[in-house]
């Protein structure tokens, strides 16, 4: 007895340790197929069903496919596509008539004289005069007075820069709105128009405007407080290397920029003056300063997370896809009510069904505990109450691209320029850019704007600053 009791001790011991062999490699192969599971998926992410831009799209990713109907159409301009002509110019703003005259008659062959046809046949020539730099030398003289004293001429009305107004506002458009490097501007300035400038001057010459349009600046920037609806996004920035915030706020009067050490809530709550009006955001954290019941919640972001959801396996696939399609069902009501197809009543019926819905779809993915997907959509009916906002408010749309877009310029500016390298280059920045998206929303001609700018600061008698505003 004492034998088989030790044999089945021992028989046991192996049982016990084989079982929990078992256990740690099941533990381990769950742990692996997890991580397969989000490599793959950060293999497979795309602007389509990410974050990330479509310019970080490889070839051949899913965003990139065309349909087959699409693929099969000839490149260029469809039949019944109208087409696009150039509208001939008033005699006004011709510089120069060249008139032809038939020398004969084509008929009997006798000699005609020249005559206006006012029905003529117009053709224009649109050219770039040749300019070339215009060098101005002030030149103060000293005059010896019969009583032996030397008097040199005041130099009070010489101006104290080396470049004239239209000269920098050139250059700070070929740096700050077109984005070329400040070497490239040098050899672009010595190309066209034969000015040799140095690195260090175009950097002076950034300075001079940054500071020039500054009043401009904080122009826009009064308007954002008043207006009704409010986009914002932030993206990364980078001065001298260290990570730093990119925010936008865009209405449709102005598009500000700023730029932050950090995108704490405290830093991006310190932008708004006042927390009025409808703020159209994603879901930062960064951003819960704001009331809920008066924010809108990109559904684009929503649009493409679910579209990641849906491509995963299993029960988090399943409802995934559903939730794809009550966003895709959203938009199709959206742009049926923006055609005047749907009165904003019947759009407000179509959508309480949806939204009921969709909300009762959330919560049964929440209850299902799946990892990384019941999570982010606990996170999504934390925002519930302002996902459906744009359903009941004028001037609200449904997703934040208005933001996105101002931001897309300042995203490629930072990837060929890498951030900046001084607290002044990012105030330089930020300012042509607020300048030049403002500037275009309210159809101002931005060389004209920079010019004055320059002049009203840095002339030697000073003009009043310019508004961006044409009423004001």
């Known amino acids: 007895m004492l034998v088989t009791d030790q044999l089945e001790a021992e028989l046991r011991a192996q049982i016990n340790e084989q079982s929990a062999q078992i256990a740690l490699q099941a533990k381990q192969l769950s742990e692996l197929i997890e991580q397969i599971t989000i490599l793959k998926e950060q293999l497979a992410a795309n602007s389509s069903n990410s974050h990330k831009p479509p310019s970080s799209d490889p070839p051949g990713s899913s965003s990139k496919k065309t349909s087959k109907n699409k693929a099969k159409r000839k490149r260029g301009a469809q039949r019944g596509h109208k087409g696009s002509h150039r509208q001939l110019l008033p005699a006004c703003e011709v510089d120069v008539f060249v008139d ?11 000699p005609l004289e020249a005559e206006i046809d006012t029905k003529a046949s117009r053709f224009q020539v649109t050219e770039i005069p040749i300019a070339g730099k215009h060098i101005t030398e002030y030149r103060c003289h000293t005059i010896r007075c019969s009583c032996g004293y030397s008097t040199r001429a005041s130099n009070s009305d010489v101006p104290r820069f080396a470049f004239g107004p239209r000269l920098c506002a050139l250059v700070t458009l070929l740096t700050g709105v077109y984005h070329l490097s400040r070497r490239k501007t040098v050899s672009l300035l010595l190309d066209m128009v034969d000015v040799r400038i140095s690195l260090g001057s175009v950097s002076a010459i950034e300075n001079r405007m940054s500071e020039a349009i500054e009043p ?10 008043d207006a009704p609806v409010k986009h914002t996004d932030g993206t990364s920035w980078l001065q001298q290397g260290t990570l730093m915030s990119l925010w936008v706020i865009a209405t ?3 598009t500000v920029y700023k730029v932050l050490k950090s995108a704490t809530m405290k830093a991006i709550r310190g932008l708004f003056t006042n927390l009025k009006g409808i703020l159209v955001s994603d879901r930062d954290s960064s951003l819960g300063f704001w009331a809920m019941e008066n924010r809108q919640i990109c559904w684009a972001h929503l649009l493409r997370k679910f579209v990641s959801f849906s491509e995963r396996d299993g029960p988090a696939g399943q409802m995934g896809q559903e939730l794809l399609d009550y966003a895709l069902l959203t938009f199709e009501y959206w742009q ?6 749907f009165l904003r009543a019947d759009f407000q019926d179509k959508m309480k069904s949806v939204s009921e819905q969709f909300s009762g779809l959330l919560q049964r993915a929440v209850n299902a505990k799946i990892s990384r997907f019941s999570g982010s959509c606990a996170n999504i ?14 001037g609200v749309e449904p997703t934040n691209n208005h933001a996105e877009r101002e931001l897309r310029d300042f995203v ?6 890498f951030g900046s390298q001084s607290t002044r280059g990012n105030q330089y920045a930020e300012r042509m850019m607020t300048v030049v998206k403002t500037a275009r929303k309210q159809g101002r001609d931005i060389l004209s704007l920079l010019i004055a700018a320059i002049e009203a600061r840095c002339l030697i008698c000073p003009t009043k600053t310019p508004s961006l505003f044409i009423e004001a």
Do not use: N, Y
């Not at 032809?100 to 006798?110: A, G, K, L, V, Y």
């Open 216 to 225: 401009v600046v904080a122009e826009a920037w009064d308007k954002i407080p």
């Open 100 to 110: 032809f005259h038939p020398p004969e008659c084509e008929s009997c062959w006798q």
């Open 381 to 394: 009916t934390k925002h519930e109450e302002a996902l459906w906002t744009f359903v009941t408010m004028d």
């Open 252 to 254: 449709a009067e102005v």
């Open 336 to 341: 049926a009510f923006q055609s005047g197809e």
């Open 412 to 417: 490629l500016w930072r990837k060929r320029s």
